[in-house]
């Protein structure tokens, strides 16, 4: 993902801020009348820009309490030594721009951070973190825009280490077009309502790629989880569009690429998940279509638990995955039509594209894995095939119901 430089949006904002009366443009550099950030931002006045060349400055504890622009030029390095938080933001309508951020101290009391947000509108963008515990925390920071930053930490284990991207009890924020690796999660979200996620990159992060709970009404586009811990944790929430994510290489013994609990009312549509250990887990999810993804080379592609009911499974593409769909329960409460299942073995007389026979996506040696977990080991045996062939010549122990009713031929092109 690109990462814009300054050049253009910078003088965008300093001449923007000129056009204010009584705004001010407060220069920091080795010669200029103020030589610390911390000393212009006390002085400047509410719309005034703080510019700041490039250089090296270590300072922390750094504390907007008025609505300023805060720009530098050639990401200037803000080193806070390992010894605090650096940048505190106490007012609305603040923007962060062009900064390389390092070195905040870990903290087992406080959630100590490079960026700390505290105001609504506004905004942080085109910022470098680097060794940040937590990278950019907001708090009640409605309506703020969160662009294009750049966040890598060097987690180890999950109790000495933050998020890249923490939200907590905010609404209307916007996250896009950052990279976010190497944290606890890669983006957290708590009670966060009506936002939208897009185009971030979140990848070898300790515990989930994305990670949010209690929070409604969200968009999370075009994002890619990979190679995390596990990909996306979903719990608590509803009405949640997931659409045009990928899902890659999130393995584990306990690993998903999606996690699903107690979440309702939502949209899984035109994803890409791919070798996972569990494409979706679901454990009372309920009246979520999912619908037009792409399930390949995973584990399991679908584990749907039996508290989940009234979800819709149409129109997806299963190829290559050890097994498509398990689940714990003898009966179906949900809806899967029109799929493609690489492994279907029907015909099409009338060739409409159609398989004549219906598929049954949950094999008997699947079910038996759910019920006794170390039989996993009999997967490559002759055993597993003869139970499954038996099973499909007369289904006794598969869940009734669940069935295919019109299994596509052909891949769909998505």
């Given at each position: ?25 407060l ?31 270590f ?20 080193d ?45 963008l ?54 976010v ?20 990159i ?17 968009d ?72 037009r ?9 679908l584990?749907?638990?039996g ?6 499974i ?8 050890t ?5 714990n ?81 052909k891949?769909?092109?998505?």
């Open positions: 993902m690109k990462i814009f430089y300054l050049s253009i949006f910078t003088l965008f904002l300093i001449k923007s801020a000129t056009y204010q009366s009584k705004a001010h443009i220069k920091v550099c080795a010669s200029c009348n103020y030589t610390t950030i911390t000393g212009a931002v006390r002085d400047a006045k509410a719309g005034d820009s703080v510019i700041v060349e490039k250089g090296n400055y300072e922390r504890d750094i504390t907007i309490t008025k609505p300023i622009f805060l720009i530098g030029i050639g990401y200037p390095v803000i806070g030594e390992s010894r605090g938080e650096i940048i505190t933001v106490e007012s609305d309508s603040v923007t962060i721009a062009g900064f390389q951020i390092q070195n905040v101290g870990t903290s087992y009391i406080k959630d100590q951070a490079g960026i700390q947000v505290k105001g609504k509108y506004c905004q942080v085109d910022n470098v973190l680097l060794n940040t515990f937590f990278g950019i925390y907001l708090q009640k920071a409605h309506f703020t825009l969160i662009q294009n930053n750049r966040i890598t930490g060097k987690a180890i284990n999950q109790i000495s280490s933050g998020n890249a991207i923490h939200v907590w009890d905010s609404k209307n924020i916007k996250v896009l077009n950052n990279e690796r190497n944290h606890r999660d890669g983006i957290y979200l708590e009670f966060v309502d009506e936002s939208l996620i897009e185009n971030n979140s990848e070898y992060n300790l515990r989930y790629g994305l990670h949010f709970m209690f929070s409604n009404d969200d999370y586009l075009n994002n890619v989880f990979r190679d995390n811990g596990a990909g996306v944790a979903v719990m608590f929430s509803r009405n949640i569009q997931m659409i045009g994510n990928t899902f890659d290489h999130n393995w584990g013994s306990s690993s998903y690429g999606l996690l699903l609990k107690e979440i309702y009312d939502g949209k899984i549509e035109k994803n890409t998940f791919s070798q996972n250990t569990i494409g979706i887990y679901g454990e009372s999810a309920n009246r979520i279509i999912i619908e993804n792409t399930f390949m080379n995973n584990g399991w592609a584990k749907i638990l508290s989940c009911m009234d979800n819709v149409s129109g997806n593409n299963f190829s290559g995955n097994f498509n769909l398990s689940t329960a003898r009966k179906n409460y949900n809806i899967y039509d029109g799929n493609y299942w690489s492994d279907y073995t029907g015909y099409d007389l009338n060739r409409d594209g159609i398989g004549d026979v219906p598929y049954r996506p949950v094999k008997l040696y699947a079910y038996l894995v759910e019920t006794v977990p170390t039989s996993i080991l009999l997967l490559r045996s002759m055993f597993t095939e003869f139970l499954n062939f038996a099973e499909k010549v007369n289904p006794t122990f598969t869940p009734e119901g669940l069935i295919d009713q019109s299994p596509q031929m891949k769909f092109d998505l």
